[in-house]
């Protein structure tokens, strides 16, 4: 397990841009994703991305968000453009240190809102 903290969730109008971040306390093997759960719903994969590179993004978000990773630094990043009012949600990020296929660890939390 590792301690993940996230950044640069906040307070954007619709159509703005944000930039997640997401820094591991060590290296991280396996995917990273970012989860998102808005207030009464369940919570959502919204993008990952392999140590390799190779990523998935939701269709809901295809096209706006972007995942990258620096191994280097083991760091993710969510750049997140066109926000619409149903990207709100607290953001988190997860990851599978060990490439084992389970994620082991999970962030607090960011929180994105999203006003109309």
């Known amino acids: 397990q590792v301690q993940l903290v996230e950044s640069g969730g906040g307070l954007v109008q619709t159509g703005g841009s944000l930039r997640l971040s997401c820094v591991a306390s060590?290296?991280?093997?396996?995917?990273m994703a970012w989860y998102r759960q808005a207030p009464g719903k369940q919570r959502e994969l919204v993008v990952s991305?392999?140590?390799?590179?190779?990523?998935y993004t939701a269709d809901s978000v295809k096209g706006r968000f972007t995942i990258s990773r620096d191994n280097a630094k083991n760091t993710v990043y969510l750049q997140m453009n066109s926000l619409k009012p149903e990207d709100t949600g607290v953001y988190s990020c997860?990851?599978?240190?060990w490439g084992l296929g389970n994620y082991d660890s999970r962030g607090p939390g960011t929180q994105v809102t999203v006003s109309s």
């Open positions: 991305i392999t140590s390799a590179g190779d990523a």
């Open positions: 997860y990851a599978d240190r």
């Open positions: 060590g290296s991280i093997a396996g995917i």
